[in-house]
């Protein structure tokens, strides 16, 4: 009896014990909750890291900027770089480029590049150049230090039918003002190639050009190529010019080849012609002599008839019977004295 009243006491002072221990445990797993949950939504590091930088920004805009989903990080990093910096930069104009989808640390590094560098360049414009899809910081390092734009090799014809061959640099700037709606590298390459077959194509020779290649350089630049672009042209320097083919000779021989083949389709044609003409006289020989030979056939006749209705005599008839066997005498005597050609010697066959 005693050992079970022992035990129970026992189980009871356990459970009392266990009791108290979860009333200790779970607060603390509360606690431990709550405070992850608060560090989730509010990053007490970057907070502090603002608050030391000199950079004020509330637990409220943090705590916003989670809900909205934007990484404050992205935000609050440039941020302390701008104010450092000492760039007129709020954090709602941060947030308002980030959420167009614009890179934010960008261009507040193009807006520190562009201060160091005296160029005046507010944070409406740099963000709209972002925006745009061009490099901001990429457009403000090319406004201090020029791009050496290399175009390809431009074959260009002369008057004198020569073909140069050119490849210019082109020293460009970026223009800060026309960066936005302005054309691009493409629209220079290509404008320069025009300037170069221009100066090429009006030049009476093609030394005038290897001579002074300095020409085209002169007529790029003249003509304004850089309106409407996102670049301001410097210098224009021709790297090389080659002599190409003589495309001037060239199409003379085409040309001479063709008019001999129209020559002879020509000559061709009127030999065919020819002989057609000479098979058509034939023809017509032939139709000519069937025709006297038809006529001769009638001649008998007429005579029989002339000797029965009494037109033509017996004696008459025999004496031109012998007037056409003379004839016919004389002309086989005239054929047999008649002196023959010689025969061409054959050639011997080895």
Known sequence: MIQSLLALSATSTSSDALASALWVIIPIILAIILISVFLRFVPLGLWITALASGVHVGISSLIGMRLRRIPPKRLVDPLIKARKAGLDV????????????GNVDRVINALIAAQRSNIAMPFEKASAIDLAGRDVLQAVQMSVTPKVIETPIVAAIAKDGIELRAKARVTVRTNIERLVGGAGEETIIARVGEGIVTTVGSAETHKQVLENPDLISRTVLNKGLDAGTAYEILSIDIADVDVGRNVGAQLQMDQAQADLRIAQARAEER?????????????????????????????????????????????DYYRMRNVIADTDMRDGIAKATAPTKPAAPKEDKK
């Not at 709020?90 to 989808?101: I, R, S, V, W």
């Not at 056939?297 to 008839?305: C, D, M, R, W």
Request: glycine fraction near 6%; charged fraction near 30%; charge should be positive.
């Open 271 to 315: 030999r065919a012609m020819a002989v057609a003409r000479e098979q058509e006289m034939k023809a017509s020989v032939q139709e000519m002599r069937a025709r006297v030979i038809e006529a001769e056939a009638e001649v008998p006749k007429a005579l029989s008839q002339a000797l029965r209705e009494g037109k033509l005599g017996v004696m």
């Open 90 to 101: 709020t954090l709602p104009k941060l947030e308002t480029h980030y959420l167009a989808g």
